[in-house]
């Protein structure tokens, strides 16, 4: 249509009042709307809004692509619930400045669902791919009365949040399709978990599927991979006024988006591979069979690489008679005595225990804190609540300690209770002031060694 409006130019006013001819847009204002026949597309051509049909599927569904992409990849769907099943859907804002989807047959589809009334809404794909719906006479284009990226569908793209904002209680979480044809949220969903040590965990239904771990300053102490990696950089932030997990990407040319798939009961990583016109599957989770949730019980530690790879912890022994079971966990070898009596093994290169029952504090040493959790009788374990500049703050858990697993390399160190008579519990910080004494010992047998040889050599020199 672009090109017949070029070659019969003087045409082109005509053409467009008669709706057969339409230059590109990212914007529709009050009078305008967008039906079947055309798209937005946002001012750098990165995406496009319209109406699609997924898979197999003869429903549409009005939704958001790469434009440049030739694979259509939907990244954001409007009405999953409700697809329109004729090609008359109509998107618009009416005239009380709500953005609505309409169709012949059930006439609203669905709708941005707005409290606040506005006559001069405009709605906007900018070039991140975030739908916007904001008054025109507000000069501020950062206020948005509505905005997609607070909907998401199943995708997580850069600049997302992922989280929550506490002064509303409004949560984003991403869910899964339901199956490639059908676009409604399916029961695999990803996000995160309010507690005192937030999480962001996967969900199958109501149960626990895949967790982080909680962040540790550097990642998730579940990802230690991912920490640097050249292709976007990633935060979580844990405020008073929010909670969530955002990337973005280092250069703006690498694409790449996090999908959840309710096929592959996977959580994954795409990046766009220009040279070969394919999305490469940069990271998916779960890993191996030691990220599925808690696998090997309370007290078990997973290995993925040992044969079985359910171990119990040092000090601990299987709980079932039948040592092929390791799947209900472990009980300890010897009790503990619940005072300031136990002591603490330190076990390193782990991914920290489910986090729900733990508590942080930023501004405490690790000394204060074993002692803090000593104190408590449901303690049972603490380490540095951050892991950068060589640690800070602690966390400490209660209750029996759930899905851990041991990691090649980078993972944390945790310091798990232990009764006093099991051997090594009586940490480091007990051995700290042996390890002095014996390096001042050390120091001073040396100084005493050398004025005795000079001593000696002085000696043999003054008889000479
Ligand atoms: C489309 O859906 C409407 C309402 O659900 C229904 O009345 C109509 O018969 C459907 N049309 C077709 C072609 O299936
Ligand atoms: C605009 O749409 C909203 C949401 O569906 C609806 O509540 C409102 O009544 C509509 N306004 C008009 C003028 O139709
Ligand atoms: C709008 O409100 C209706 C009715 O409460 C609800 O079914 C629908 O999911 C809402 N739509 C959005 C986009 O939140
Ligand atoms: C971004 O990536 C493109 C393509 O890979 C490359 O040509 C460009 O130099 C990169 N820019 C930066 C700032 O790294
Ligand atoms: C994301 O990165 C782009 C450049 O690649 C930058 O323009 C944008 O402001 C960044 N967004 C956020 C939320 O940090
Ligand atoms: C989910 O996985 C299936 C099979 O592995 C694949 O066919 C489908 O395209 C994937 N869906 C998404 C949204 O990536
Ligand atoms: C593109 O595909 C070819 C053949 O499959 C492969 O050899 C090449 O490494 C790929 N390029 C990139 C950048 O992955
Ligand atoms: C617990 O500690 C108390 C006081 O130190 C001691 O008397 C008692 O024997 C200990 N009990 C166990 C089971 O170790
Ligand atoms: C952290 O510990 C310090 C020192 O004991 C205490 O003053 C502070 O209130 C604690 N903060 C929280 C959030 O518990
Ligand atoms: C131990 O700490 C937990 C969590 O902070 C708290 O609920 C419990 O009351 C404490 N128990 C004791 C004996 O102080």
Same mark, same amino acid.
């Given at each position: 249509?672009?090109?017949?409006?070029?070659? #019969?130019?003087?045409?082109?006013?005509?053409?467009?009042?008669?709706?057969?001819?339409?230059?590109?847009?990212?914007?529709?204002?009050?009078? @305008?709307?967008?039906?079947?026949?055309?798209?937005?597309?946002?001012?750098? @051509?990165? #995406?496009?809004?319209?109406?699609?049909?997924?898979?197999?599927?003869?429903?549409?569904?009005?939704?958001?692509?790469?434009?440049?992409?030739?694979?259509?990849?939907?990244?954001?769907?409007?009405?999953?619930?409700?697809?329109?099943?004729?090609?008359?859907?109509?998107?618009?804002?009416?005239?009380?400045?709500?953005?609505?989807?309409?169709?012949?047959?059930?006439?609203?589809?669905?709708?941005?669902?707005?409290?606040?009334?506005?006559?001069?809404?405009?709605? @906007?794909?900018?070039?991140?791919?975030?739908?916007?719906?904001?008054?025109?006479?507000?000069?501020?284009?950062?206020?948005?009365?509505?905005?997609?990226?607070?909907? =998401?569908?199943?995708?997580?793209?850069?600049?997302?949040?992922?989280?929550?904002?506490?002064?509303?209680?409004?949560?984003?979480? !991403?869910?899964?399709?339901?199956?490639?044809?059908?676009?409604?949220?399916?029961?695999?969903?990803?996000? !995160?978990?309010? @507690?005192?040590?937030?999480?962001? !965990?996967?969900?199958?239904?109501?149960?626990?599927?895949?967790?982080?771990?909680?962040?540790?300053?550097?990642?998730?102490?579940?990802?230690?991979?991912?920490?640097?990696?050249?292709?976007?950089?990633?935060?979580?932030?844990?405020?008073?006024?929010?909670?969530?997990?955002?990337?973005?990407?280092?250069?703006?040319?690498?694409?790449?988006?996090?999908?959840?798939?309710?096929?592959?009961?996977?959580?994954?990583?795409?990046?766009?591979?220009?040279?070969?016109?394919?999305?490469?599957?940069?990271?998916?989770?779960?890993?191996?069979?030691?990220?599925?949730?808690?696998?090997?019980?309370?007290y078990? !530690?997973?290995?993925?690489?040992?044969?079985?790879?359910?171990?119990?912890l040092e000090g601990f022994?299987?709980?079932?008679?039948?040592?092929?079971?390791?799947?209900?966990?472990?009980?300890?070898?010897?009790?503990?005595?619940?005072?300031?009596?136990?002591g603490f093994i330190k076990f390193?290169?782990l991914?920290?225990p489910?986090?729900?029952?733990?508590?942080?504090?930023?501004?405490?040493?690790?000394?204060?804190?074993?002692?803090?959790?000593?104190?408590?009788?449901?303690?049972m374990a603490y380490t540095?609540?951050?892991?950068?500049?060589?640690?800070?703050?602690?966390?400490?858990w209660?209750?029996?300690l759930?899905?851990m697993?041991?990691?090649?390399?980078?993972?944390?160190?945790l310091y798990i209770r232990m009764?006093?008579?099991?051997?090594?519990a009586?940490d480091?910080?007990?051995?700290? =002031?042996?390890?002095? #004494?014996?390096?001042?010992?050390?120091?001073?047998?040396?100084?005493?060694?050398?004025?005795?040889?000079?001593?000696?050599?002085?000696?043999?020199?003054?008889?000479?």
């Amino acid at each position: 249509m672009d090109v017949l409006c070029l070659s #019969f130019i003087s045409f082109k006013l005509l053409l467009f009042f008669s709706g057969l001819c339409y230059a590109t847009t990212d914007t529709i204002r009050s009078s @305008q709307s967008l039906s079947e026949r055309r798209t937005l597309v946002s001012k750098d @051509q990165t #995406f496009e809004l319209g109406f699609f049909s997924p898979g197999s599927s003869k429903n549409r569904y009005l939704g958001i692509w790469y434009k440049k992409i030739p694979v259509q990849t939907v990244v954001w769907v409007a009405n999953r619930l409700n697809p329109i099943n004729d090609s008359s859907g109509m998107l618009m804002i009416n005239r009380t400045g709500n953005l609505v989807l309409m169709s012949q047959s059930t006439s609203i589809v669905w709708s941005a669902n707005l409290t606040k009334v506005s006559s001069s809404a405009v709605v @906007q794909l900018l070039d991140s791919g975030n739908l916007v719906l904001r008054d025109e006479q507000d000069g501020n284009l950062g206020t948005y009365l509505w905005q997609s990226f607070d909907y =998401p569908s199943d995708t997580l793209i850069a600049e997302m949040k992922l989280g929550w904002d506490l002064k509303t209680g409004f949560e984003r979480r !991403i869910s899964a399709w339901r199956s490639p044809d059908n676009p409604s949220p399916g029961d695999f969903t990803w996000g !995160i978990e309010l @507690q005192e040590n937030p999480e962001i !965990i996967m969900r199958k239904g109501s149960t626990k599927f895949y967790r982080s771990g909680p962040w540790n300053g550097l990642g998730f102490s579940g990802s230690p991979e991912l920490r640097l990696n050249p292709i976007f950089k990633y935060k979580f932030v844990s405020n008073e006024e929010e909670v969530y997990y955002m990337f973005n990407a280092t250069n703006k040319s690498a694409i790449s988006r996090i999908v959840m798939n309710e096929t592959s009961n996977a959580l994954e990583r795409f990046v766009w591979n220009e040279e070969n016109q394919s999305w490469k599957l940069y990271a998916s989770v779960p890993r191996d069979r030691c990220d599925n949730y808690n696998l090997c019980g309370s007290y078990g !530690i997973c290995i993925p690489s040992a044969l079985p790879i359910c171990q119990c912890l040092e000090g601990f022994k299987s709980k079932s008679l039948e040592s092929m079971d390791w799947y209900q966990g472990c009980i300890r070898n010897k009790p503990l005595n619940y005072s300031k009596a136990d002591g603490f093994i330190k076990f390193d290169g782990l991914k920290v225990p489910d986090a729900t029952h733990s508590s942080v504090n930023r501004s405490m040493n690790l000394k204060e804190c074993r002692e803090k959790c000593l104190e408590n009788s449901s303690c049972m374990a603490y380490t540095n609540s951050d892991i950068s500049g060589g640690g800070s703050g602690w966390t400490m858990w209660f209750g029996d300690l759930m899905d851990m697993k041991q990691f090649p390399a980078g993972g944390q160190d945790l310091y798990i209770r232990m009764s006093a008579s099991e051997k090594g519990a009586n940490d480091e910080h007990k051995n700290i =002031p042996i390890i002095v #004494f014996t390096t001042i010992a050390a120091v001073a047998a040396v100084a005493v060694l050398l004025l005795i040889v000079g001593f000696i050599l002085s000696m043999l020199l003054l008889n000479n």
